[in-house]
């Protein structure tokens, strides 16, 4: 990313913040613990990297003086990173929203491995997918927004169950004022874009924790819903955005265009 960009990002993100604070949204111990993680990052990437090396188990007196969160967590580059940074500020537990129409069986196994190496607390939750599995065969529709909005109810909804005041995502593109926002009394931190990280930056926290995750693009949903041109259309012009926002590079853009092309490189 080029540095003027990350610089007027990560200077929107502080701000936000800041706003969030003196209008009494967000509390003096997170609020401090946000804004040093921020500025850590902004003055130097590689130390930042080395205080989110892995810990063992934290001391249960140290992980009650922690507000809990909710991790949305798919087992994914994004989520997990979001996974380790946010354990330096929160008591957190992943949940993992889980239709076998988006998810192979092997990916359930593989996500609770990946929990239990990361040593979160974890749990699964059934979402209903398949009315947009409907649709989506039926060329209705893009199945991913509406996806995505299901999996977020149902982590909100879980959220409020438990009286938990905070979730986390591992949203790239909402940068700046809208990183950090209030849901019904629940605040939503996308911590990727709060903290201006490029999908190889959230690579880097991945390998400095000793965790490697080799993804292909899509679900198994989305590569039944590109047996319609238009749907291609509308995920290539997705990466596009991604490599506009110079979250991902063009070489990685690429390879996901081509791999929504089925054309081999």
């Given amino acids: 990313m080029h540095q003027k960009i990350r610089d007027i990002r990560i200077e929107a993100s502080l701000k936000n913040l800041d706003y969030l604070y003196n209008n009494h949204i967000i509390d003096d111990k997170i609020y401090n613990d946000l804004k040093n993680l921020l500025e850590l990052r902004k003055t130097n990437f590689d130390t930042f990297l080395n205080t989110l090396t892995k810990n063992d188990d934290e001391p249960k007196n140290k992980l009650k003086n922690k507000p809990k969160a909710v991790v949305a967590f798919s087992g994914g580059v994004d989520s997990t990173a979001s996974s380790i940074i946010s354990k330096k500020i929160f008591d957190i537990i992943g949940i993992t929203a889980y239709s076998s129409i988006v998810m192979h069986p092997d990916n359930k196994k593989n996500i609770s491995e990946l929990a239990k190496k990361l040593n979160m607390?974890?749990?699964?939750?059934?979402?209903?997918?398949?009315?947009?599995?409907?649709?989506?065969?039926?060329?209705?529709?893009?199945?991913?927004?509406r996806c995505h909005k299901t999996i977020e109810e149902a982590v909100l909804n879980y959220a409020k169950e438990n009286n938990i005041k905070y979730i986390i995502y591992g949203d790239m593109l909402s940068v700046g004022y809208l990183s950090i926002v209030p849901e019904d009394d629940i605040l939503?931190?996308?911590?990727?874009?709060?903290?201006?990280?490029?999908?190889?930056?959230?690579?880097?926290?991945?390998?400095?924790?000793?965790?490697?995750?080799?993804q292909r693009y899509g679900c198994p949903l989305l590569k039944s819903a590109h047996k319609y041109s238009h749907n291609?259309?509308?995920?290539?012009?997705?990466?596009?955005?991604?490599?506009?926002?110079?979250?991902?590079?063009?070489d990685e853009g690429l390879n996901n265009i081509l791999e929504v092309l089925n054309i081999e490189y």
């Fill in 188 to 214: 939503r931190i996308n911590m990727p874009s709060y903290l201006v990280l490029t999908k190889n930056e959230s690579r880097e926290v991945l390998k400095k924790n000793d965790i490697i995750i080799s």
């Fill in 232 to 250: 291609k259309k509308f995920t290539i012009q997705r990466i596009l955005r991604e490599v506009r926002a110079q979250v991902i590079d063009k």
């Fill in 121 to 145: 607390k974890h749990e699964f939750i059934d979402v209903d997918l398949n009315e947009v599995q409907r649709d989506t065969l039926n060329g209705k529709y893009h199945p991913c927004g």
